[in-house]
T-cell receptor
């Protein structure tokens, strides 16, 4: 119930291409779905997040698509750049709760020039 | 924006000794802080939830006597790894969010790389 499944485990994309990472959750009480970006040796940083009242959110080159009925959400990185090479984690939580974030297993993205 | 400072960033200790890691919220107060552990190429595993002025809540399988957590003020939580062994070598990360903010307020420290030799 508390799991967040993430795929793929790793992703190699050419510069300028689209990177797509998918996540699925089970707990219907989750109502906050962030994506974090982590560089080696650093803590995760919030990239973009969505709540279930919208099906899509876009910030610059980053877009979250959310499918409430399927309990799935995905991150799209348009015009991927070598600087986007990092590990990406999806997560889920309950907005108003002091409860924890439940993290996906992570996707290591490599963008080649 | 909210900043969480973690210290030290790297520490090497001998097997059997104890190591203390500090997590500070620099510009906000946090009644709750979280401690995570991350092995290479793996996800963040929540170890415990640190509550200001009360006992920490540990996740299943985490030894509370080995990983001592103290949250003595609204801006400081510490994790002490007692009698460290090589298998405790890992990347430890803390997180906090300002009081009254929703889940978007979670901010992570930059992590502590612990190596036990």
């Amino acid at each position: 119930q508390q799991q967040v499944k993430q795929s793929p485990q790793s992703l190699i994309v050419q510069k300028g291409g689209i990177s797509i990472i998918n996540c699925a959750y089970e707990n219907t009480a989750f109502d906050y779905f962030p994506w974090y970006q982590q560089f080696p040796g650093k803590g995760p940083a919030l990239l973009i997040a969505i709540r279930p009242d919208v099906s899509e959110k876009k910030e610059g080159r980053f877009t979250i698509s959310f499918n409430k009925s399927a309990k799935q959400f995905s991150l799209h990185i348009m015009d991927s750049q070598p600087g986007d090479s990092a590990t990406y984690f999806c997560a889920a939580s309950i907005w108003g709760n002091t409860d924890k974030l439940i993290f996906g297993t992570g996707t290591r993205l490599q963008v080649f020039p | 924006g909210a900043v969480v400072s973690q210290h030290p960033s790297r520490v090497i200790c001998k097997s059997g000794t104890s190591v203390k890691i500090e997590c500070r919220s620099l510009d906000f107060q946090a009644t709750t802080m979280f401690w995570y552990r991350q092995f290479p190429k793996q996800s963040l595993m929540l170890m415990a939830t640190s509550n200001e002025g009360s006992k920490a809540t540990y996740e299943q399988g985490v030894e509370k006597d080995k990983f001592l957590i103290n949250h003595a003020s609204l801006t400081l939580s510490t994790l002490t790894v007692t009698s460290a062994h090589p298998e405790d070598s890992s990347f430890y990360i803390c997180s906090a969010r300002p009081q009254g903010q929703g889940a978007s307020g979670y901010t992570f420290g930059s992590g502590t790389r612990l190596t036990v030799v």
